[in-house]
């Protein structure tokens, strides 16, 4: 079993900046691949980031390339969405989920929000 919990969501204004966390917990040695979702009210479910647990190989959505940055400390077993010039359209609520195995996710936090009004 992973546990995952995030934090780090809030209120900001268009352009402004927030930091989520996500620390896992439990056998996160097992762990492949993390990565953060976000879903809007009424839309799907998509990808934002995502990163390598061991090499630390990192990808991101088109959409916010440039602005959002993934990273991870292990020793904390701990990653991050460092998330820049933020936009209305990235309000969503935020979760991070884990891989064990390359492709499928196993495990997923709880979910944070993130609201950015213009």
């Known amino acids: 079993q992973v546990q995952l919990v995030e934090s780090g969501g809030g209120l900001v204004q268009a352009g402004g900046s927030l930091r989520l966390s996500c620390a896992a917990s439990?056998?996160?040695?097992?762990?492949?691949?993390m990565g953060w979702f976000r879903q809007a009210p009424g839309k799907e479910r998509e990808f934002v980031a995502g990163i390598h647990w061991k090499r630390g190989t990192t990808t991101s959505a088109d959409s916010v390339k440039g602005r959002f940055t993934i990273s991870r400390d292990n020793a904390k077993n701990t990653f991050y969405l460092q998330m820049n010039s933020l936009k209305p359209e990235d309000t969503a609520v935020y979760s991070c989920?884990?891989?064990?195995?390359?492709?499928?996710?196993?495990?997923w936090g709880q979910g944070t929000q993130v609201t950015v009004s213009s």
């Open positions: 439990g056998r996160t040695f097992d762990i492949y691949y």
């Open positions: 989920a884990a891989q064990l195995t390359p492709g499928q996710y196993h495990y």
